[in-house]
């Protein structure tokens, strides 16, 4: 969701910036606000690749079995974690 949302607020700001061409008497600058949006949505971006490469997962498995000496019930638990991709 993140990259999409920076990918949205770059595209806003460039629009600002580079396709309208108007002005609202001083009081706001458009261009400013564009190059802004284009910031964040930058950031927003590099961040959401970030995440999106740091995620690990984790599985976990269970087994449940005799022990063959004393004829007891094992349980045996074995988690596997993914680390990031390097």
């Known amino acids: 969701m993140s990259i ?6 770059f ?8 396709a309208l061409d108007f ?3 001083g009081v706001v600058n458009i ?4 190059y802004i ?3 964040a949505g930058a ?12 995620r690990r997962s984790a599985v976990t498995t269970a087994s ?3 022990d063959p000496v004393s004829g007891a019930n094992v349980t ?7 680390g990031p991709a390097v």
Not at 4 to 9: A, F, K, N, P
Not at 11 to 18: D, N, S, T
Not at 31 to 34: E, M, S
């Open 4 to 9: 999409g949302t920076g990918v949205v607020l």
């Open 11 to 18: 595209v806003i700001g460039a629009i600002l910036v580079f």
């Open 23 to 25: 002005d609202l008497g």
């Open 31 to 34: 261009d400013v606000i564009g």
């Open 37 to 39: 949006l284009m910031a």
């Open 43 to 54: 950031i927003v971006f590099v961040i959401g690749l970030v995440a999106l490469f740091r």
């Open 64 to 66: 449940t079995g005799a």
């Open 76 to 82: 045996r638990k074995v988690t596997e974690v993914d």
